[in-house]
């Protein structure tokens, strides 16, 4: 990894237009700013990760054990709050 | 009353005030701005979240507490913002707030839950959110045990 030290109203520059602005460094956040041509998709690393998740559960298939697991859930909660 | 074809509940008749908007739509479904809670009786606790943007589009869903009774979800001023509710942490037994966390179900292997992106539906509003838990180490697949194909 490339690592460059930056202070508060830096840069650092891509190619094909993109830059990365040090706006502000307050404790242990960093505000950055972003300049790229729009058909760059600037997201948060963590919002691929959901979106990587979202698209695995939404090709899932309804199992048929769901029913099953539902009453086996349902039959487990009865037994704890009779055991309360 | 507006009605939906859905792939796996049939023609769904619903009415407005059941609808949760969401104004950025879930992560990688963008487009889909607007969903229904489905809950069936026999399948519960299990729930879905059925877009009407696309009636092939759902997904299948626990409530978070289920998976973890202490499990809250950290609401932060952008998520406060569209959700139209405070910021702050929500604890998952709430009933203002719903927090529901997505499930995979894979072929084979234990189904999985996102704690690291849970869905919240609050009830008052009418608006629903995927809020990203940043700086959480709460898992995007937490494993279910007794969830095993």
Known sequence: MLVIRRRAGEAIVLPDGIEIHVLDISGSRVKLGVVAPAQVAVVRKEAVEARRQNLAAAASPLPNALTAWAQAYRDGSEQVRSED | ?149
Request: proline content about 8%; aromatic content about 10%; charged content about 15%.
């Open chain 2, 1 to 149: 009353m507006p009605s939906i074809h859905t792939a796996e509940f049939g023609q769904l008749t619903y009415e407005e005030s059941q609808v949760f908007v969401f104004p950025d739509g879930l992560h990688g479904f963008e487009g889909s701005k607007e969903f229904l809670l489905i809950q069936r009786e026999g399948l519960a606790p299990f729930c879905f979240l059925q877009s009407l943007a696309e009636g092939a589009l759902r997904f299948i869903c626990l409530p978070a507490r289920v998976i973890d009774p202490a499990y809250a979800a950290a609401v932060d001023t952008e998520d406060a913002g569209e959700l139209q509710i405070p910021a702050g942490n929500y604890a998952a037994v709430r009933p203002d707030v719903v927090v529901l966390a997505i499930l995979t179900i894979p072929d084979e292997g234990p189904a999985t839950a996102n704690l690291f992106a849970p869905v919240l539906l609050a009830t008052a509003t009418r608006r629903g959110r995927q809020c990203i838990q940043f700086g959480s180490s709460a898992p995007a697949a937490h494993a279910v045990p007794w969830m095993v194909a």
